[in-house]
């Protein structure tokens, strides 16, 4: 079975601090892909990243990193030096081809950024 | 850029009316999907599918059907409106038959049944 928990259901942090966002998996799948979105008040899911299941190299995008350890089945996503803008739900995500492409969504985090 | 469109952003429709949600994506992608996103639950998908007139249950079908006669519009139908589908309702669409596609979401519906 397919499943994606995020724990931490709401997160707030005052301006420029860094804030990690946790997400554990679980498939029998070997090959699978996670995802991180991104839900701003205005509502639309923004995708934030893409990730296979045979990369498990860190990734940095500006302020943005994410850390997969299969070891651990857990995709975290870091904000260093947060601003109000990223106050938003995050949303992880799993999908398995063996699945029928199927997508499991966590229940997200919702992140306050305190100016 | 993907581009998936809902048709309505708010709507307020009144218990057993029958309600159509509608959406279109301009990127000739074959799946399309529709969710329900309610707090403490994250979203749950109602319907999917994979191709013109194709149309498979997600997780909570009940109470809902689904029509896609065109490959860029799918839509979502709730034939008789219940207050417990008061919610946000989210279309997404995603490329291909191979897995692991990004899938790309709507702005979201809201619907408040009263």
């Known amino acids: 079975a397919q499943k994606v928990t995020q724990a931490q259901t709401e997160i707030s942090v005052v301006e420029k601090e860094d804030v990690t966002l946790d997400c554990v998996y679980e498939?029998?799948?070997?090959?699978?892909?996670l995802f991180w979105y991104k839900q701003p008040p205005s509502g639309e899911l923004v995708f934030l990243i893409r990730?296979?299941?045979?990369?498990?190299q860190n990734e940095i995008s500006g302020r943005y990193s994410w850390n997969f350890q299969k070891s651990t089945s857990s995709f975290n996503f870091t904000i260093t030096a947060s601003q109000v803008v990223d106050s938003a739900v995050y949303f992880c995500?799993?999908?398995?081809?063996?699945?029928?492409?199927?997508?499991?969504f966590g229940t997200g985090t919702s992140l306050t950024v305190i100016p | 850029d993907v581009k998936v469109t809902q048709s309505s952003r708010y709507l307020v429709k009144r218990t057993g009316e029958k309600v159509f949600l509608e959406c279109v994506q301009d990127?000739?992608?074959?799946?399309m999907f529709w969710y329900r996103q309610d707090p403490g639950l994250g979203l749950r998908l109602i319907y999917f599918?994979?191709?013109?007139?194709?149309?498979e249950k997600g997780d909570i079908p009940e109470g809902y059907s689904v029509s896609r006669e065109k490959k860029e519009r799918f839509s979502l139908i709730l034939e008789s409106a219940s207050t417990n589908q008061t919610s946000m309702y989210l279309c997404?669409?995603?490329?291909?038959?191979?897995?692991?596609?990004?899938?790309?979401f709507g702005e979201g519906s809201w619907l408040t049944v009263v």
């Open positions: 995500a799993l999908i398995s081809p063996n699945t029928g492409n199927q997508f499991y």
């Open positions: 990127m000739d992608h074959e799946n």
């Open positions: 498939t029998r799948d070997t090959t699978y892909y």
């Open positions: 990730r296979n299941s045979f990369d498990e």
């Open positions: 997404a669409s995603s490329p291909g038959q191979a897995g692991g596609n990004t899938i790309y």
């Open positions: 599918s994979y191709d013109v007139k194709m149309k």
